[in-house]
DNA sequence: GGTGTTATGTTGTCAATGCCTACATTTTGA
DNA sequence: TCAAAATGTAGGCATTGACAACATAACACC
């Protein structure tokens, strides 16, 4: 009767990350797919001219959603830089931690590898965001004796470190039983202090 | 002539990482990898049952190297808690540099989840020695102020972040003509300074 | 030195997959 | 209305991983 399915690039998107939710990118074939949504092995192609380029998809909207969560947190966070540079690194470990398949499709190697120019792009300009975050956190008062680069990498090597150490399920759980995003949000503390305040409060004692 | 190729395991693995490091680890097929050494498609399942078993054995490779490398530079470090940890975090991130195709291996989803018991007690036990490692430098005195937990996930999180940062070689390069060796280590300074010394002196300044 | 056993490699086969092409049906818009 | 574009189908092809049956080499033991 419909011979028409009417919105399969948007189901196909859908299945498709539930079958990796379920196992994972490498287990997700576009033969499966198909069937599995009741379509021709051959409509997929329609929509998406390559597997790589369904998975391209699937990243970009994770992507969206992420920067989307982090513009939330780091607005939420008011106008001190080192309280918004600290909300976007708890965000980005939060974002992993409840979203793991967009996560692990953002970060699988093969993904990248066939990443294309707009996704690529996208990218680009959110790690721009970071360094600007990072840089205005800096010159507010944080560890001004390191360069910005420096200071840039180091906040987002702990986030994303963070964020894959975390989210890492697998047999060998180093994080059993343990209150995982309570953990990210004390990793991230001690990255950048939660305001200047903090900051300043933390100078005084040390001496 | 020599129907037994003599040393087929070894050469199948040295030959699997070269394709690796020519492409990717999705790109590795067991048949392609049969012809260019020069042996029927089906000799390799003599040596190992299965691709995965293959790629496990080439990740144990990894680790084992890198355990090696970690050792030596810890105990290059001295007997300060701190310069030992440190130098860990750096020698880390020097080994992802430095060996970029077993690091992709040993990180690799597909790999590490059909990772076998023996990997995964490997890699378990390494984490527990990085764990042991970031505990001294903090009974040392090194952030005193967070739980042991907090101290150990922030130190791992932001090595293998900076790990996976800088060798992410894509498109999106934005380390482009950087010294990534020289950002890693100073990445790892802002991390835990690089001796209990450097530690005194910088409470000192900070008032 | 012969011989049975194990280790190693070969050949053939199968199902699954990604991608391509030719074709069918529906939708659209001028 | 009807031609063109969009969407879905059906079949085919080369590649792949896994398996099984077989061949040969290496080795241990008498």
Redesign the interface.
């Known amino acids: 009767m419909t011979y028409h399915h009417g919105n399969l690039r948007q189901t196909l998107l859908d299945r498709a990350a539930e079958i990796i939710a379920e196992s994972?990118?490498?287990a997700l074939s576009l033969r499966k797919l198909a069937r599995d949504i009741g379509v021709s092995h051959g409509a997929p192609a329609r929509h998406f001219k390559d597997k790589s380029a369904l998975l391209n998809a699937l990243a970009h909207e994770g992507h969206l959603r992420m920067s989307i969560a982090l513009d939330k947190a780091v607005e939420a966070a008011g106008m001190d830089p080192l309280a918004r540079h600290n909300a976007m690194g708890k965000a980005t470990i939060k974002f992993a931690l409840k979203n793991p398949t967009f996560y692990?499709v953002m970060n699988?190697?093969?993904v990248?590898?066939h990443?294309d120019?707009k996704l690529?792009?996208y990218?680009?300009a959110q790690?721009h965001l970071v360094q600007t975050s990072a840089s205005d956190a800096r010159e507010a008062g944080w560890?001004p004796d390191?360069?910005p680069?420096?200071?840039f990498?180091?906040s987002?090597?702990?986030?994303?470190?963070?964020a894959?150490?975390?989210t890492?399920r697998?047999?060998?759980d180093?994080f059993e039983g343990?209150d995982v995003e309570k953990?990210a949000d004390?990793?991230i503390d001690?990255?950048i202090p939660p305001s200047l305040k903090a900051l300043k409060a933390l100078?005084?004692i040390?001496?």
Chains 1, 2 share one sequence.
């Open positions: 994972s990118v490498e692990n699988h190697p093969d990248l590898k990443a120019a690529n792009a990218i680009f790690l560890l390191q360069d680069l420096t200071v990498a180091f987002t090597a702990a986030a994303i470190g963070a894959s150490l975390l890492a697998h047999e060998t180093f343990i953990l004390q990793i001690v990255v100078q005084e040390e001496p």
